[in-house]
């Protein structure tokens, strides 16, 4: 079964620090990886996305890494302001009719002042 | 930039009763997709709509879920009968065509009483 687990599944960190969130999937067969960034009560918005042959992709102050062989992701964010606060979500998609996604539970960041 | 409308925004229905939930996704895509997401958990994956028929539906859309494209803009969800259960977040969603970025709506909230 598809499944994507994040950790952690929350954290808090202070204005001005990075931070490093972590996604492991069981997708098979791997079409791409996107991260997500979800508002309270808003529809999830795409920060990146990245396929079987890309290591790394950056968005600003949020970078994406993939391990296709370990079949684990990273999202690294740089320098976190209020705004950064919110939920991220990786989600996966298999090769199959209509690149169904498989999304993980999310980790919610709250960043302090 | 281009996005995914959808309303109502939220709805408020009493059980046993129909409810449709209407979407305008992005007017070059090509691919469709309706999620739902029940409050503190994750996204999940309802059905995936190409080529105006389902190309992929999960075990949560039984038989009172239905889609329709009915003129060529509009997407809709329709619920016949709402259980408690179907309480929740309504995601749109659109993309191009195969591995491009998929955008969501900002949601419908149901909540059935």
């Known amino acids: 079964k598809n499944q994507v687990e994040q950790s952690p599944q929350s954290l808090i960190i202070l204005e001005g620090k990075n931070c490093t969130l972590q996604?492991?999937?069981?997708?098979?067969?791997?079409?791409?990886l996107r991260w997500y960034k979800q508002d309270t009560g808003r529809g999830p918005v795409s920060l990146t996305i990245m396929t079987f042959s890309e290591n790394t992709k950056s968005n600003g102050r949020y970078t994406a890494t993939l391990d296709a062989d370990t079949k684990q992701s990273s999202l690294h964010i740089t320098a976190s302001q209020l705004s950064d606060s919110a939920s991220y979500i990786c989600v996966v998609s298999a090769f199959a009719a209509g690149n169904k996604l498989t999304f993980g539970g999310g980790t919610r960041v709250l960043v302090k002042p | 930039e281009p996005e995914v409308t959808q309303t109502p925004s939220h709805q408020v229905t009493q059980m046993g009763q129909e409810v449709i939930l209407r979407c305008v996704p992005i007017?070059?895509?090509?691919?469709f997709y309706w999620y739902r997401q029940i409050l503190g958990q994750k996204v999940e994956f309802l059905v995936s709509f190409y080529n105006n028929e389902i190309s992929e539906k999960s075990e949560i859309f039984d038989d009172q879920f239905s889609v329709e494209r009915p003129d060529g803009s509009n997407f809709t969800l329709k619920i016949r009968s709402t259980k408690l259960e179907d309480s929740a977040m309504y995601f749109c969603a659109s993309r191009r065509d195969s591995g491009n970025t998929i955008y969501f709506g900002e949601g419908s909230w149901l909540t059935v009483v």
């Open positions: 007017s070059n895509h090509l691919y």
């Open positions: 996604c492991n999937y069981t997708v098979s067969p791997f079409s791409n």
